[in-house]
């Protein structure tokens, strides 16, 4: 039930068969050629005058990114070659205004700054040298706007006897991304008045039949841009099957310059520069991968060793493997991790308690998605009072902050386990968020979380019946390695796929959460409380009471 095919954890693209065959025959379409909101920006941005003098771009920050920019302003076509287009790298108020030289009261030599450069033109800066230089905004700002300015003396012992001064025709183009973005519209309101516009470049593209040659296109542009060997269809192939992991979407493909520069460059390495087919592309991403290893490798270490506990085998009551992902600041790269997740139950009036959140080490997210959870229960159980026992859920052997609802699934499990009494296949590692009516929602980094529990399960070895349960609408987001892929083509490592809490439930556990058989977990749930409610319960536990009194 709900098991998926191989061809499902990656991406397929068959369809684009003729395309890539054609390969050869395409033509090269630039950076800009795949920016068109930039291009329209650009465009627009040429033609307004009076108050509207800055382009804000959302974007990488870095040199990459800006001279792309400049460099589609010209072959573009968007603007004639002779107008200027200057790229700041400091905003130092000297570098801004000019400086200039006096000798008995006369101006005798001047020093063009970076607005007299790019006087009738455009002058192109990063964010970040906006927020770092707070004062020459100022200046710059009024110069935009029409505001006469004078250079620096750069002796101020000797004044001349007229300052000069004049008026700049600048375009100001400031890129940044999202948050620089923010911070400057915190420190300047003007920024989201008509003084500015705003764009972006866009870092992936949504390929179909129409747009995969478009996609291709782009390929052979920076194969020819970096100076790079061309590319066999297999290697075309892996290409975009590596590009779909990096976007976490089948059909969207990277446009990032960066990351298609680093994998063709290393595999044009291993080509000798030669024709890149996918052993070159693959023997590429194995030795990126290999540089950035050792932290994931490490923490799986302590799985293996068996510092942290991880089951892969057998049954346990309220205890269910969940799937994280661990970004480390200073780490290139997220890594995923199976997480023992253990919910225990008392007696008690019925509260939920969350030990993460308790311990300050739960974010609000996951928060959010434990009262979601627990607002399922209570409903799917009907119940008229709150429950007699209370429940405690906790991320074992978890010593850092838990955020986000991707668990809220995982726990769900868990809690309906030890309630029901009913027990867990430990060979299965769940993953998803839900909702208020028990729908399984989408949650990231679901390549990364399954290769983490795949790898455990291979170094305590494979039974045949192991595998992870994901959201059905995360399908889509599958790009796994070649191992794992291996694995479930020889039916030794399973998906399955699920769309409703009821599914995983019964996956999980081998019972029906709900039905109309007598034996499903919402029943047995519902027996343990009448018996709870008829004293059955409560009598046994006074009489334990009473035989350890007696007993000391």
Known sequence: MNQEDWRSVVPQFAEYKNSIDR??????????????????????????????????????????????????????????????????????????????????????????????????????????????????????????????????????????????????????????????????????????????????????????????????????????????????????HRLMTAGARETEEQNYMPLSLQWHNSILSEAALESENQTINSDHIEAALDNKYYRESYLPLRALDDIFDGQVIIETEGEQVGQVNGLTVIDVPGHPVSYGEPARISCVIHFGDGDISDVERKAELGGNLHAKGMMIMQAFVSSALNLDEPLPYSASIVFEQSYSEVDGDSASLAELCSLVSALSECPINQQIAVTGAVDQFGRVQAVGGLNEKIEGFYHVCEHQGFTGNQGVIIPKSNLKNLSLNKEVIESIKDNVFHIWSVETVDEAVELITGKALRGDSEDTILNRISERIDHFANGEVNEGWIQRVRSWLSFN
């Not at 920006?41 to 771009?57: C, G, S, Y």
């Not at 990488?60 to 287009?85: C, F, K, Q, T, W």
């Not at 948050?179 to 915190?186: H, I, P, R, T």
């Open 23 to 236: 390969f050869e025959e395409l033509d090269p379409l630039s950076f800009i050629d795949l920016q068109p909101r930039l291009r329209s920006a650009l465009v627009r941005f040429e033609a307004l005058h009076n108050w509207t003098k800055v382009l804000l771009v959302n974007s990488p920050d870095n040199a990459i990114y800006r001279n792309a920019v400049i460099d589609a302003l010209h072959s573009g076509h968007i603007i004639p070659p002779e107008i200027p287009v200057v790229k700041a790298e400091t905003l130092e108020i000297e570098s801004i205004l000019g400086q200039y030289k006096v000798r008995d009261g006369e101006v005798v030599s001047t020093t063009p700054g970076l607005l007299n450069k790019a006087n009738g033109g455009y002058l192109v800066v990063s964010a970040n040298l906006i927020m770092a230089n707070p004062s020459s905004w100022m200046v710059l700002k009024s110069a935009l706007l029409g505001e006469a300015v004078s250079p620096v003396n750069v002796d101020p012992k000797h004044i001349a006897l007229e300052q000069p001064a004049h008026q700049v025709d600048v375009k100001l183009i400031v890129i940044g991304d999202r948050e620089q973005m923010s911070e400057l519209d915190y420190f300047d309101s003007d920024i989201q008045s008509g003084f500015c516009i705003f764009s972006e470049i866009e870092l992936d593209l949504k390929i179909d039949t129409n747009d995969i040659e478009r996609y291709l296109g782009y390929v052979k542009w920076l194969c020819s841009s970096f100076n790079l060997p061309t590319l066999s269809e297999d290697g075309l």
